[in-house]
């Protein structure tokens, strides 16, 4: 019987069975009633002008004709080839005595055969020779029509489980939430509450529909989610269905796609046919952009692949139905810009809702609900967590309180501790410790460099404090240095960007300052360093030489990097490369120039990291002797140029 739970759900266990055995029993049935009942007598074949001595001689007891194919019984047991037929040729037949045989007769023999056989008092048989061959047919073909049998019902059986066979290609796979269901609601989003605002319009519609329609108001038919991956789309489309209480169908728009031509769309009309009967409800479509990409664009070929088919089909159901039937279509995606025009016009995703990545007062509420059932220590600060986690999002931090909790339990705590989610956070950001044993030259030129970036932290003006130094190896890095900043920056100044590059330059400038040559150890630092020195120019203008112009193409048209057309001429692009070189190299030679006029310090901080391995910012401060400068107001920074969200930024 089923278990209360299963009852509740509405859900049975079934056990189950052993199917493969039953097979295998009836093949060897059918074996054994075939060997049994129609045994193969032994027999020999033997040449037609041998059959008619033997009827000659009076030697045939009786024939059966199928045919052309004559076989019979002798009546005394008779070998062929006979014995004493001189030396055997090496191919002939070895000799076999049976009182049974087999013949063929020559479509040319003579015409009497009948007569000679009722002179000798041969007994005369005939078989349906249509009969015969149905009946070798079913001998013949009886495993494979078993097996094919047993195919047709384990199909069967998956299709009732699965919803869907061998000919259930065309069937949305969609997931069904209903209310039935343990459901989230907007209590359980936290620190995106703009996005949020934007969809409590549609729970109220789908709970009260009448108050729109009676002033001729229509809902958006579709809503599109635009956010960085981990942002929350996904869950802030299961709130808006569990707030409203209606059914949810949920899928991954390359579910659509499928090898065989036409599957796609197929699924795309069994969908929304679903949810035309569940209405009101909400599909959900998630990384549209998937099957959603511009048509034509250069990264397909042919205009009638399976995905444009699916596209298409979502267009055209997104135009027949009605927004008063109740459906709402959802879809989520962090490629925006690669989107159809035709999917972004009024009258299907006309509402678009940008998630951004959650603030310092957002992580705090973030972190609050993913720690909600988690026993935290009392030295943690979910305030003070969140400041030293900025550009984190929702799926970055549930997996950053999930790892401290993995941290704690395996160290037999009963609680989760500070220590515990610093080290979560290092783990996640570089990596887990690596014990390897490092020679004392590497782990001397690993220290320095580390102090490098340290040192400059604290030495520049309008740096971010550094917030931890380390030379234990994670991952691929030997050491790193933390910096966090100040407070959340949706833009950055320029002057903040070059101390960027100087503070990453300050490792490879610290082995040249004190053992003469460059490593192998600063290749991140050169990546970051390059990477933002080319966006200053490319990007946001912050060339004198080359101008306040942006050289980035607006679409990439799905192409690779390397396709791409390049909106500016060569010549610029030698512009933009000795721009991008003059900015990082005044930026080595400033962190070269600074290092150089604190040794002392560059020394002294090296050896704390040699001796202690890991440094936090005030013991930093110790082993230098620097004072920790003050904070300038927000105001006093100077002005700011279009960037993107801050994040912690992590030396190597």
Not at 148 to 159: M, Q
Not at 466 to 482: D, E, F, K, Q, Y
Request: aromatic share 6%.
């Amino acid at each position: 019987m089923p278990t209360p739970k299963e009852a509740a759900s509405g859900r049975r266990s079934v056990r189950p069975r052993p199917w493969w055995l039953l097979f295998l029993v009836i093949m060897l049935a059918n074996y054994l009633a075939t060997q049994f009942f129609f045994p193969d007598p032994v027999s020999i074949t033997v040449p037609y002008t041998f059959f008619k001595q033997q009827v000659e001689a009076g030697n045939v007891a009786d024939v059966t004709s199928v045919g052309d194919a004559i076989q019979g019984t002798f009546k005394s047991n008779t070998t062929y080839p006979p014995k004493g037929t001189g030396t055997p040729a090496a191919d002939a037949p070895t000799p076999r005595a049976s009182i049974q045989f087999r013949t063929q007769r020559p479509a040319f023999a003579d015409q009497d055969l009948e007569k000679r056989l009722d002179d000798k008092g041969v007994v005369i048989k005939a078989v349906d020779e249509n009969a015969s061959s149905w009946f070798k047919l079913l001998i013949g073909f009886g495993p494979t029509l078993l097996l094919v049998g047993a195919f047709v019902l384990f199909s069967r059986r998956a299709a009732a489980a699965a919803g869907s066979g061998l000919f259930g290609l065309g069937r949305s796979r969609a997931k069904r939430y209903s209310e039935e269901q343990p459901k989230v609601t907007f209590d359980d989003v936290a620190g995106i509450d703009e996005a949020e605002n934007e969809l409590i319009e549609l729970v109220d519609f789908l709970k009260n529909p009448a108050k729109y329609q009676r002033l001729g108001g229509t809902v958006p038919k579709g809503v599109l989610l635009i956010g960085a991956p981990g942002t929350g789309k996904t869950l802030l489309a299961r709130a808006v269905a569990g707030q409203a209480g209606v059914p949810f169908f949920s899928l991954s728009a390359s579910e659509f796609i499928e090898m065989i031509v036409g599957v796609g769309a197929s699924r795309v009309r069994d969908l929304f046919k679903q949810a035309r009967e569940a209405a009101p409800a909400i599909i959900f479509i998630d990384e549209l952009d998937a099957i959603g990409r511009t048509r034509g664009s250069g990264s397909q070929i042919g205009g009638h692949d399976e995905r444009e088919q699916t596209l298409n089909q979502i267009l055209t159901e997104m135009d027949g139905f009605d927004s008063r039937e109740g459906v709402i279509v959802l879809a989520a995606t962090n490629r925006a810009d690669v989107l159809d025009q035709a999917l972004l016009r009024p009258g299907r995703f006309d509402r678009r809702v940008v998630v951004q990545r959650p603030d310092r007062a957002g992580r705090a509420a973030i972190l609050a609900v993913h720690t909600k059932h988690v026993p935290l220590a009392p030295d943690v600060s979910l305030e003070r967590l969140a400041a030293e986690t900025p550009g984190l999002v929702g799926a970055e931090l549930r997996n950053l309180v999930n790892e401290a909790a993995l941290l704690a339990a395996r160290k037999d705590g009963n609680t989760v501790g500070a220590d515990d989610f610093a080290e979560a956070l290092q783990k996640i950001t570089l990596g887990p410790a690596r014990n390897i044993l490092l020679n004392p030259v590497d782990r001397q030129r690993t220290a320095y460099h580390e102090a490098g970036h340290a040192l400059l932290g604290l030495l520049i003006p309008g740096s971010d404090p550094v917030h931890r130094v380390s030379i234990v190896p994670r991952g691929m890095a030997l050491g790193a240095t933390w910096q966090l900043p100040i407070d959340d920056r949706t833009s950055y100044a320029e002057d903040y960007l070059r101390t960027r590059i100087t503070c990453a330059l300050g490792g490879r400038a610290a082995e040249k300052i004190v053992y003469g040559v460059a490593t192998t150890g600063a290749e991140n630092d050169l990546q970051q360093v390059t990477e933002i020195a080319r966006r200053m120019v490319l990007r946001w203008g912050m060339s004198e030489t080359l101008g306040p112009i942006s050289f980035v193409a607006p679409q990439d048209d799905g192409l690779p990097a390397a396709f791409q057309q390049r909106p500016y001429s060569e010549a610029t692009s030698v512009l933009i490369d000795a721009e991008v070189r003059r900015i990082v190299e005044e930026s080595h030679r400033e962190a070269a120039r600074l290092l150089a006029g604190h040794r002392d310090q560059l020394d002294a901080l090296a050896h704390a990291l040699l001796s202690a391995e890991s440094l936090n910012g005030a013991e930093i401060r110790a082993a230098t002797g620097l004072m920790e400068r003050p904070v300038p107001e927000p105001e006093t920074r100077g002005p700011v140029g279009a960037g993107a969200g801050e994040t912690a930024v992590v030396l190597r």
